[in-house]
């Protein structure tokens, strides 16, 4: 399974960036799907799962309210809306696909992506 992540940028704080992430070489629709993000000199960090259909979702206490994860099986791609930006969610974000589970653990993850650069300025 290969996993490409785009849409990162700059932005000021306040705005949105929609982060997605193209599946290809695996069965996406079958895989658990997560969105984890590292700011330099720190760990890497959970951000939000999604189970295989959608229909379950978790998200880590900083972004709730702010950050959604969907997906969409056809396309292959999963998606994180981030709005109402801050500057202490810069960091790489990275998506990574679980074969097995939902999981908030960045450890359950069989594939990563490259991850995507998001800088939001003060």
């Known amino acids: 399974v290969q996993l490409q992540a785009s849409g990162g940028g700059l932005v000021q704080a306040g705005g949105s960036l929609r982060l997605s992430c193209a599946s290809s070489g695996g069965t996406f629709s079958s895989y658990y799907m997560g969105w984890f993000r590292q700011a330099p000199g720190k760990e890497r960090e959970f951000v939000a799962s999604?189970?295989?259909?959608?229909?379950?979702?978790y998200a880590a206490n900083f972004v709730k309210g702010r950050f959604t994860i969907s997906r969409d099986n056809a396309k292959n791609t999963v998606y994180l809306q981030m709005n109402s930006l801050k500057p202490e969610d810069t960091a790489v974000y990275y998506c990574?696909?679980?074969?097995?589970?939902?999981?908030?653990?960045?450890?359950?993850?069989?594939?990563w992506g490259q991850g995507t650069q998001v800088t939001v300025s003060s």
């Open positions: 999604i189970s295989w259909n959608g229909h379950i979702t």
């Open positions: 990574a696909a679980d074969s097995t589970q939902i999981s908030a653990r960045d450890k359950k993850y069989d594939y």
